[in-house]
Nanobody, 114 residues
Framework: QVQYVESGGGLVQPGGSLKLSCAASGSLFKFYTMGWYRQAPGKQRELVARVSTSGTTNYADSVKGRFTISRDNAKNTLYLQMNNLKPEDTAVYYC????????WGQGTRVTVSS
């Protein structure tokens, strides 16, 4: 029903930065609280950041102060600015509602390594 296409990942050195984007289909994007999730090999998927319909944000302790989530409702797009990246940030990153249902996108891979 709703499709998400994540992009912007890549290979970066520790301390580097990346900006991820998520394009959502449909006309209801502006009514949902949205989040960024990540999954590292052998670990469960975790919520790292979310933004409400009015712009209120929340972050996991592991990324607080380094990541910034934002949204452009006119473009049905969610963003994640990631600064001062660490090796432990290596994961596949996904976007979805903060209460996910239905399908997930393919995600975008972030690898932080020297």
């Amino acid at each position: 029903q709703v499709q998400y296409v994540e992009s912007g990942g890549g290979l970066v050195q520790p301390g580097g930065s990346l900006k991820l984007s998520c394009a959502a289909s449909g006309s209801l994007f502006k009514f949902y609280t949205m989040g960024w999730y990540r999954q590292a090999p052998g670990k469960q998927r975790e919520l790292v950041a979310r933004v409400s319909t009015s712009g209120t944000t929340n972050y996991a302790d592991s990324v607080k102060g380094r990541f910034t989530i934002s949204r452009d409702n006119a473009k049905n797009t969610l963003y994640l600015q990631m600064n001062n990246l660490k090796p432990e940030d290596t994961a596949v990153y996904y976007c979805n509602r903060d209460t996910p249902l239905g399908s997930w996108g393919q995600g975008t891979r972030v690898t932080v390594s020297s």
